[in-house]
């Protein structure tokens, strides 16, 4: 077994063990549990309904800021707010900190289930930027720009909740399936219920935890690690452990914020053992049945269509294949890869369905094509463009006057991490695991700053 209570575990397999903050007994579960910042970034009637659901109860909601809020005049109040919050309930609402991994499995309003474990990562192990080695790699371009303003909330956080998922590349299912079906078979023998066993706000679906404490359980998650790390080893004796399928940008501030820190207190005696170095994650089987790899559609707002229209044509030497129906495009979009689709309304109120079968190969994956040329688009032509989740909203948005929607086909993840370690990361916002109400949902925290 390997010994992992040591100060060289979490730099030799990227993985600590934390010590989780969750609420305590009788705290409305469902209440305390929101999703991703980063999701339904242009419906706040979505988010109203959170805050609904939140109203005068704990909630991780009032510890994060929701990006449809970030330009929003109240943002620097709103970040006070929640710094606020975070230091009432590190007094007021947390039970006593569990030492431990937690295994989770969330059933999603589709019936998928998916399986995760919760953990802390060494961020000295991780590296955001395009063709790195570091055990811990991005998958898709990083924004630069959308770090300082999540660095506004990070730095001097009493506490971090995290929407970061790692993918692991593991199709034996040694480290998240075999500690998980561990600590149900322990609980079940013993008549322990689950740590926790709640519905989701806003249609989010369930979820129900298991804690992983004992040093047995957590040795044998240590030797999972030590064995796929073995397995991913490169030519160069780099190993690709983990890929952020998740949170990328959440997991860049994390790490900007660690490094700021670090260099403004390398004095300190015991800097190294800081919290911040660590983030909180939910690790993933990329071959878990219960993972769906989603495209991240396009939306442009305030746009001349014909022009774009006909500039996205030209450019693919696409063939364009009309549509009668939204169900339509959307089945067209799926069996194809290698093609995208494009919907809008016309001035007289007349939806358009259009798709551009391409001549790209599929391996080369659309996105890494389409994105280059959108952002050529964009320095000539006045629009605005956005990043969608879901084809429910893509067609919601299509209504909206001067609005081209950008439908995008999904991606294979056979071939995802061999992509990622041979030609560096994706482009931004290439894809999403799950429609957008199954993203990861806040529940556990851990303290960070104070």
């Known amino acids: 077994m390997v010994q992992f209570l040591d100060m060289n575990t979490s730099t030799q397999f990227a993985v600590t063990i934390p010590s ?6 009788g705290t409305d579960y469902a209440a305390w549990s929101c999703i991703a910042c980063d999701q339904f970034t242009q419906d706040r009637e979505y988010w109203a309904g959170c805050e609904k659901a939140a109203e005068n109860k704990p909630s991780t909601l009032h510890i994060t800021l929701p990006e449809v809020y970030l330009n929003d005049p109240d943002k620097p109040a709103r970040i006070e707010k929640i710094k606020e919050t975070m230091k009432q309930y590190s007094s007021d609402v947390f039970a006593d900190p569990l030492h431990g991994f937690v295994y989770i499995e969330r059933t999603t309003a589709y019936g998928r289930k998916r399986k995760g474990l919760v953990a802390a990562i060494d961020l000295e192990t991780y590296e955001w930027k395009p063709f790195s080695t570091a055990l811990i790699r991005a998958t898709e371009a ?49 008549g322990v219920p689950p740590l926790y066993d709640t519905k989701l706000m806003m249609n989010g679906g369930s979820i129900t935890g298991w804690a992983i404490e004992s040093e047995q359980e957590t040795g044998l998650i240590f030797d999972a690690l030590k064995t796929l790390k073995e397995q991913q080893t490169q030519a160069d004796g780099s190993s690709f452990l983990f890929a952020v399928g998740d949170g990328n940008h959440s997991l860049a501030t994390a790490k900007a914020v660690w490094d700021e820190y670090k260099a403004a207190h390398s004095d300190d005696a015991d800097i190294e053992n800081h919290p911040a170095r660590f983030a909180l994650v939910e690790i993933v089987n990329i071959y878990d049945d219960g993972l769906t790899f989603e495209p991240i559609h396009r939306v442009m707002f305030n746009t001349d269509i014909g022009p774009l229209t006909a500039n996205l044509c030209g450019a693919f030497s696409g063939r364009p294949h009309d549509c009668g129906s939204e169900e339509e495009l959307a089945d067209v979009v799926a069996k194809n890869l290698n093609g995208f689709g494009m919907t809008w309304t016309d001035a007289d109120g007349k939806a358009h369905y259009r798709f551009i079968d391409t001549t790209l190969p599929v391996e080369d994956l659309l996105v890494s094509h389409l994105q280059p040329q959108l952002d050529s688009f964009l320095k000539d032509h006045p629009a605005e463009i956005d990043y969608i989740h879901g084809t429910e909203e893509v067609f919601r948005l299509a209504a909206k006057p001067g609005a081209l929607c950008l439908l995008l086909p999904p991606i294979a993840k056979e071939s995802f991490f061999s992509t990622i370690a041979g030609n560096g990361p994706l482009p931004r916002k290439s894809f999403s695991m799950g429609e957008a109400t199954e993203k990861r949902y806040y529940l556990e925290c851990r303290k960070l700053f104070g």
């Not at 989780?20 to 007994?25: A, F, G, R, T, V």
Request: glycine share 6%.
């Open 20 to 25: 989780i903050l969750l609420p305590k007994e």
């Open 142 to 190: 990083t924004i630069v720009d959308r770090i300082p303003p999540r660095m506004e909330i990070r730095r001097g956080a009493a506490v971090e909740t995290p929407h970061i998922m790692l993918l692991v590349n593991d199709p034996e299912g040694l480290l998240v399936e075999a500690s998980g079906a561990r600590a149900k078979k322990r609980d079940s023998e013993n």
